[in-house]
């Protein structure tokens, strides 16, 4: 009986002997793994990546975002609303849903939340990410911010805002281009005033610009300013009498608290009179006033526009230690949709989820299809060999090799190409999954403009498993073993005395 | 050391069964030299096949050093034949790909011997016969004579009782010829080793003890 060590001996010689047509099945094993290994490689960083940056943080934990029963931009079939299909008719919030929401147990508030913009803050103009934006809450949502409540209850005119970290963690080193994290922090911050520039059309305008190079930022020139602003003006002119539409209101804020994100958060009633300032401004300075109309933008063909006194979206505050889920159910209840941080977390992972499994199926399918012809390829080159190899069989048989040797050496073989294939896939497929992990990295971090969103991009997005590596490997095995079994039982019958005959 | 009795082989062919040996009775003693004589189809290799383990009969029993060749199976009979069979073939049957050391050393392979003894044996053999300077010359570096010195060496590697040679100088001049059979000879009474024969050269048959004729796969 031959050792187990001269059988893989004997094999490798053999298949030394067939160089090129091994290699090729070699490599075809191997291009099918390095489609596999490099999905897998890649995809359980980008995972990783996705579920510490998913961006769940505008929600508080102890908020609900409500919203109208459907999405009111989404274009329905006329006959679907003229059929009076209740189901999927669209209903919107109203101050007599608020009023209810807030009579039950555990809730502390229940409002529609105001958006105003566009507005500019001051103290941010030296910083990379505009603020354009306000939001109003209700008045226990800011409380649940505010640090110094002395600042809220002195005797000033200011609005009282409530800033996100994210805006005061880091400030601007024009000098050299950089970002920096503040290391007085929050502190600086708070009790700060602020101008309030209500209708600032340009408030989104960048003001930094990011050198790839350098890697830094740099400070827009002038001309360069001048340029955006031009650009931005044109486009107003064609619709708006500018001489209006550029009258700007200046308010006092002053800097109460810190919340989650980016937002800046004012109070409910605050917010709203600044809205109202900015719609009639916008209102007097339409030329067109029928494009300002809700029956013009959503034709009889959408969706119904919501009346005055009608919302698309709330926002409930639950008391601390509420249940929060049992909350949301309620207004599900209702048919308003509910969206809690836990629940926004879920979705965004499960929809993350769904497209990782996708891109997983497709790329095991590809990789699976490109072994499989492989191993159809290790069963031809077997077979070959096989056909190629009658002297030696029959000299090998007449010197003492069994059926079981003989089939031994052709089985090794083919698991050997099988398993060659394999470990060269596998190196070749991580090297590769380094590369691109280089690469994505490298560009998320050129394309976050966000410091701190920065900051969450891992060095890697690579990740080694093991257990399916090994998995891949005996797979490999198996298939190759099973691809070379017939040409192995052929090559074990080949009778010695045919083989030994000289043609 | 060989008995054969009754022995009976037939082909079968598209047209029918051609029958290879008829009721062929054979006895060799141990360390014995016989030489099988006999015209091309006569059944001269059938004979060595069947005394290998390497064909069945389709009739009668073939009896090899105490054992019924019948009776054994595969992995008995390959055991067998590594043991007890060394087999020198009229065109050598060595791997190119080997070098002759590794071609003397292959049925031991087959025996489940480690490596350093393998190498050792085959070196002393390949000394013995001459080819010490020749051990990492592969087949086709090797003159004809050389290349079947080495196919003897291979053939002994492993002490065989019995060596089967199918017209080993049917493929040299007759100076080598006269060499190989030399050899087969010093084989035969110094290691006690029964030698089979197959040749149709009479020079090389006067080499043997006795001088066995074969005509139409019946002995004479």
């Known amino acids: 009986m031959i050792r187990r060590r001269d059988s893989l001996r004997l094999t490798a010689q053999k298949l030394a002997l067939r160089k090129k047509r091994a ?15 490099t999905a897998d490689s890649l995809l359980e960083g980008v995972r990783d990546v996705a579920v510490k940056t998913l961006w769940t943080e505008e929600i508080a934990p102890d908020q609900i975002r409500v919203y109208a029963g459907e999405n009111p931009y ?17 209903q919107y919030l109203s101050e007599s849903v608020f ?52 600042l809220l209850s002195g005797t000033t005119k200011a609005i009282p805002l409530v800033v996100g970290e994210r805006n005061v963690r880091l400030r601007f080193d024009e000098k050299h281009g950089k970002l920096e994290a503040d290391p007085a922090g929050e502190r600086t911050w708070l009790g700060r005033d602020l101008t309030i520039l209500l209708g600032d059309n340009y408030a989104q305008l960048s003001r930094f610009q990011y050198d790839y190079k350098k890697r830094q930022y740099t400070a827009l020139s002038d001309d360069e300013a001048t340029l955006q602003r031009d650009s931005l003006e044109r486009n107003f002119r064609a619709q708006y009498d500018t001489a209006i539409f550029n009258t700007t209101l200046t308010l006092k804020g002053r800097v109460v608290g810190f919340c989650p994100g980016k937002k800046v958060l004012m109070p409910l009633e605050a917010a709203a009179l600044c809205g109202k300032w900015i719609d009639q401004r916008n209102r007097l300075a339409a030329r067109n006033l029928e494009r300002e109309t809700d029956d013009v933008a959503y034709p009889e063909f959408g969706r119904r526009a919501p009346k005055p006194g009608e919302y698309t979206e709330g926002v409930v505050l639950v008391k601390p230690g509420a249940d929060i889920e049992a909350v949301a159910k309620r207004i599900e209840e209702l048919g308003f949709s509910a969206t809690t941080r836990a629940r926004a977390f879920e979705n965004q992972v499960r929809a993350f989820d769904s497209s990782l499994r996708v891109v997983k199926k497709v790329a095991f399918a590809f990789g699976g299809l490109i072994f499989g012809l492989a191993c159809a390829l290790v069963w031809s080159t077997t077979s070959k060999t096989v056909s190629d190899s009658r002297p030696d069989i029959g000299l090998f048989r007449a010197l003492g090799a069994t059926k079981r040797d003989i089939r031994r050496l052709f089985l090794g073989e083919a698991m050997l190409q099988g398993v060659l294939g394999t470990l060269f896939g596998m190196a070749l497929g991580w090297a590769l999954a380094l590369t691109i992990s280089h690469w994505v990295i490298s560009f998320a971090r050129r394309s976050t403009f966000d410091p701190e969103e920065a900051l969450l991009i891992p060095r890697s997005i690579f990740s080694l498993n093991l257990k399916f590596c090994l998995l891949l490997v005996a797979g490999a095995a198996i298939l190759s073993l099973l691809a070379g079994l017939l040409p192995a039982q052929r090559a074990a019958n080949v009778d010695p005395v045919q083989a030994l005959k000289r043609e | 050391m060989i008995h054969l009795e009754n022995i009976s082989v037939d082909y079968p062919l598209k047209s029918g069964r051609v029958p290879a040996l ?15 004589m006999g015209p091309s189809g006569s059944g001269k290799t059938t004979l060595i096949q069947l005394i290998a383990g390497l064909l069945t009969p389709t009739a009668g029993e073939v009896i090899v050093s105490g054992e019924n060749l019948r009776q054994l199976n595969d992995r008995k009979i390959s055991g067998f034949r590594n043991r007890t069979i060394g087999f020198v073939f009229q065109f050598f049957n060595l791997p190119n790909y080997y070098d002759a050391l590794d071609n003397v050393a292959l049925p031991l392979v087959f025996a489940g011997v480690d490596e350093p003894t393998r190498r050792t044996r085959a070196r002393e053999l390949l000394t013995e016969f001459g080819l010490a300077e020749r051990m990492r010359h592969t087949p086709d570096q090797l003159s004809g004579g050389e290349a079947q010195r080495v196919a003897i060496a291979r053939a002994l590697v492993n002490n065989p009782k019995i060596i089967l040679a199918d017209e080993p100088t049917g493929n040299l001049d007759r100076d080598t010829g006269t060499h190989v059979m030399e050899l087969l000879q010093r084989v035969n009474r110094q290691r006690k080793v029964t030698v089979l024969l197959v040749t149709h050269d009479e020079k090389a048959a006067a080499f043997a003890h006795r001088v066995l004729r074969i005509e139409k796969g019946e002995l004479a």
């Open chain 1, 23 to 37: 290699a090729f099945a070699i490599i075809s094993v191997a291009l099918g793994v390095i489609v596999v290994v």
């Open chain 1, 99 to 150: 009023e209810e929401i807030r009579g039950w147990p555990g809730v502390e508030a229940a409002d529609r939340p105001v958006v105003v913009q566009p507005v500019s803050l001051n103290a941010f103009a030296g910083r990379p990410g505009a603020v354009a934006e306000l939001q109003g809450v209700p008045e226990p949502m800011l409380l649940r911010y505010v640090t110094n409540r002395a």
């Open chain 2, 22 to 36: 008829r009721h062929v009775n054979l006895d060799i003693a141990a360390g014995d030299f016989v030489a099988i």
């Open chain 1, 74 to 90: 989404n274009f329905v079939l006329p006959g679907e609303e003229r059929g009076q299909k209740t189901k999927r008719r669209l």
